[in-house]
């Protein structure tokens, strides 16, 4: 089975500073990453995703994220937060055997001044 | 165009009542899941409706708790004799399943059973 782990549950981290958020998941032969932010009392809103192609991907509001098979791991980065920044983030893998995603426990980011 | 709409977006029930939460999928969206985010925790899967196809059940926590798909378009769950570790976020989302695997999210039903 597809599975996600979000390697920290928090993080802080001080505006304009970089940040990175980690994620790795289990290993499958077709695997399709997202990632997801939710801002508080809202719903998900998708920032980036990997299906084929570069491993680098780009997203919405300055994110990106590396695609590693190798490591089985898709870190999401930005070179510099802001405080709007701050919200939880979700890693998810498209498991097309479960028709659904999956999604890790969330890394909740706190962008303080 | 329109994305995903759930109602209400606040509920609070007394223990042991039901409820109905309310899902508007996206015009044409062929995938309809619902997920259940409990305080302070990751997105838990509830079920999953394709077409006509008979729906994923498979997260659905007990028995309790069912959901309906009418058209092809609209969804409800519906949670009988709620307790109170029902309380949670329910969100809903839709996909088209054409290519990008990509789920959009409703902004959620906040239920709390007291």
């Not at chain 1, 399709?32 to 009392?41: E, M, S, T």
Request: with cysteine.
């Amino acid at each position: 089975a597809q599975s996600v782990t979000q390697l920290d549950s928090q993080v802080p981290v001080f505006e304009e500073a970089p940040v990175e958020l980690r994620c790795n998941y289990s290993s499958s032969v077709s695997v399709y990453l997202f990632w997801y932010v939710q801002y508080p009392n809202q719903g998900l809103q998708l920032l980036l995703k990997y299906l084929s192609g570069s491993t680098l991907v780009k997203g919405i509001n300055g994110f990106e994220a590396e695609f590693n098979k190798s490591q089985t791991s898709f870190h999401l980065r930005k070179p510099s937060v802001h405080i709007s920044d701050t919200a939880e983030y979700f890693c998810a893998v498209y498991s097309g055997g479960y028709n659904k995603l999956i999604f890790g426990a969330g890394t909740r980011l706190a962008v303080h001044p | 165009g329109a994305g995903v709409s759930q109602s209400p977006s606040n509920k609070v029930t007394e223990k042991g009542k039901d409820v109905e939460l309310r899902c508007d999928p996206i015009s044409g969206h062929t995938a309809l899941y619902w997920y259940r985010q409990s305080l302070g925790q990751g997105l838990e899967f509830l079920i999953y409706f394709q077409g006509n196809s008979a729906p994923d059940k498979s997260g659905l926590p007990s028995d309790r708790f069912s959901a309906e798909r009418t058209g092809g378009s609209v969804s409800t769950l519906t949670i009988q004799r709620t307790q109170q570790e029902d309380s949670a976020v329910y969100l809903c989302a839709s996909s088209s399943r054409v290519g990008t695997y990509e789920q959009y999210f409703g902004p959620g039903t906040r239920l709390t059973v007291t």
